[in-house]
């Protein structure tokens, strides 16, 4: 039910729809300075499609990484719908243009 979108990733080689991999495998790197890396994570619900934060759905022997780094909890690295929808990014077309004034960094250790 869950499907797991990377973005701006060098690939290894190329994907096809329904190949296996394996936890663990390299599906590529990052693709460099000219932009950030980001993942979006999508699960089919009974009441359909809807976006869910990547924090919410680690694993918590993965989350630990995170906070050995010095990140306290899942909720500082996650903006809520209510707060986002109060200050809402500006864009044009595809290009955000504008990211209003919601603190969007963590720093980690």
Request: aromatic residues 10%; hydrophobic residues 45%.
């Amino acid at each position: 039910a869950f499907h797991f979108m990377i973005f701006h990733v060098a690939m290894v080689h190329p994907f096809a729809v329904g190949d296996v991999i394996a936890a663990g495998e390299l599906l590529g790197n990052h693709i460099g300075d000219q932009t950030m890396s980001d993942i979006a994570v999508g699960v089919s619900t009974p009441n359909g499609w809807k976006l869910v934060s990547y924090f919410d759905v680690m694993t918590d022997s993965l989350f630990q990484s995170y906070q050995a780094a010095g990140v306290s909890s899942r909720d500082t690295l996650i903006i809520p719908r209510e707060a986002r929808d109060a200050d809402p990014l500006t864009c044009s077309g595809e290009t955000i243009v504008g990211s209003g004034s919601l603190e969007n960094w963590v720093r980690v250790n």
